[in-house]
């Protein structure tokens, strides 16, 4: 099974708003990502997660806040978003860095719109 | 100049022909290949993985790696409608961390 799963599949949320995005994994991953994708333009990481730890932060700003409670949840954080925000939120996982394997398995994604 | 580049397409092809989807990079570090299929507002779908220049085959589609020219390819046989989707081919130096995709190739195949 090479299923990630994320919660909710759609979100609204105004400027002022707090809201968390969640994913799940059950494959025994040691590494968990989130990506953010625009219409039309390739997945860009936000933030990799290697044994539970934040190991990359791509100069995210703080708005976004990446936690992750235990080697198969992720979660992100969202507080005082911008319209530009709005996008399709992806997470994946791959088996980590003892692992020779560096394939990254998507979750389907959460579209979220800022209004 | 980007990491990796790949041509946005449109592709169009006809039912049953060969579709064929390249990715050129710069770094010679790069050592890990993939190929992802991302269907319209879904997740990308891991197709394709290689390690090592040469062929790789599993059952329709074909990767294959040439580290010298630093060209990675895409073979898809006998396409169908429902292989219309975007191909993103994407590459890393380690087994962990960033995976520098390309631009994506939109690819449409028309009955």
């Known amino acids: 099974d090479t299923e990630v799963t994320q919660t909710p599949k759609h979100l609204v949320m105004g400027m002022t708003n707090k809201k968390s995005l969640k994913c799940e994994q059950h494959?025994?991953?040691?590494?968990m990502y989130w990506y953010k994708q625009k219409a039309k333009k390739p997945p860009e990481l936000m933030f990799v997660y290697s044994y539970e730890k934040l190991s990359i932060n791509e100069s995210v700003p703080s708005r976004f806040s990446p936690e992750c409670p235990n080697s198969s949840l992720l979660n992100l954080h969202l507080h005082a978003l911008q319209p530009e925000d709005s996008a399709l939120y992806l997470c994946?996982?791959?088996?980590?860095?003892?692992?020779?394997?560096?394939?990254?398995?998507f979750g389907p994604g959460t579209r979220l719109t800022v209004t | 100049q980007k990491e990796v580049e790949q041509d946005p397409g449109p592709l169009s092809v006809p039912e049953g022909a060969i579709v064929s989807l390249n990715c050129t990079y710069s770094?010679?570090?790069?050592?890990?290949f993939m190929w992802y299929r991302q269907y319209s507002r879904k997740g990308p779908e891991l197709l394709m993985y290689t390690y090592s220049s040469g062929n790789k085959e599993d059952g329709r589609f074909t990767a294959q790696v040439d580290k010298s020219s630093k060209y990675i390819s895409l073979f898809i046989r006998d396409s169908q409608p429902s292989d219309s989707a975007t191909y993103l081919c994407?590459?890393?130096?380690?087994?962990?961390?960033?995976?520098?995709f390309g631009a994506g190739t939109q690819v449409v195949v028309t009955p």
């Open positions: 994946a996982s791959s088996p980590g860095r003892e692992s020779l394997l560096p394939n990254q398995y």
């Open positions: 494959m025994g991953h040691r590494a």
């Open positions: 770094n010679s570090a790069f050592q890990y």
């Open positions: 994407a590459i890393t130096t380690d087994s962990w961390g960033k995976l520098q």
